[in-house]
């Protein structure tokens, strides 16, 4: 096209337009960069992590809510103290798995 656009604009039929193109080496950064893990992965990863830790947190507390497992746990004798460190110690295994399988990732 640029060769049809330079003989028209030229009146010269026989002129010829040539490109060439010869790229340099890869250098050991580029060649690092693109074998290793950028920091679109990294990103990706950090966020689907989060956004399943927190959708598991208040999935659960959005349960506890709707079918009042804490008042039936009460009812049935166990302390207020005892319920809620459970439900922390539950969390923080979802948590640590969540966080390991990001790390595998990694």
Same mark, same amino acid.
């Given at each position: !096209?640029?060769?049809?656009?330079?003989? #028209?604009?030229?009146?010269?039929? *026989?002129? /010829?337009?040539?490109?060439?193109?010869?790229?340099?080496?890869?250098?050991? /950064? &580029? +060649?690092?960069?693109?074998?290793?893990?950028?920091? $679109?992965?990294?990103?990706?990863?950090?966020?689907?992590?989060?956004? &399943?830790?927190? $959708? $598991?947190?208040?999935?659960? @507390?959005?349960?506890?809510? *709707? $079918?009042?497992?804490?008042? !039936? +746990?009460?009812?049935?004798?166990?302390?207020?103290?005892? #319920?809620? *460190?459970?439900?922390?110690?539950?969390? @923080?295994?979802?948590? +640590?798995? &969540?966080?390991?399988?990001?790390?595998? !990732?990694?």
């Amino acid at each position: !096209m640029y060769e049809a656009l330079l003989k #028209y604009a030229s009146k010269n039929d *026989t002129l /010829q337009f040539k490109v060439r193109s010869t790229p340099y080496p890869k250098n050991r /950064q &580029i +060649q690092d960069r693109k074998n290793g893990f950028d920091a $679109t992965k990294v990103a990706f990863v950090s966020s689907l992590a989060y956004a &399943i830790a927190l $959708t $598991t947190t208040i999935g659960s @507390l959005v349960e506890e809510r *709707t $079918t009042h497992l804490k008042h !039936m +746990q009460v009812i049935s004798g166990v302390s207020l103290l005892g #319920y809620w *460190t459970a439900y922390f110690l539950i969390d @923080l295994i979802k948590l +640590q798995l &969540i966080s390991g399988f990001a790390a595998l !990732m990694f």
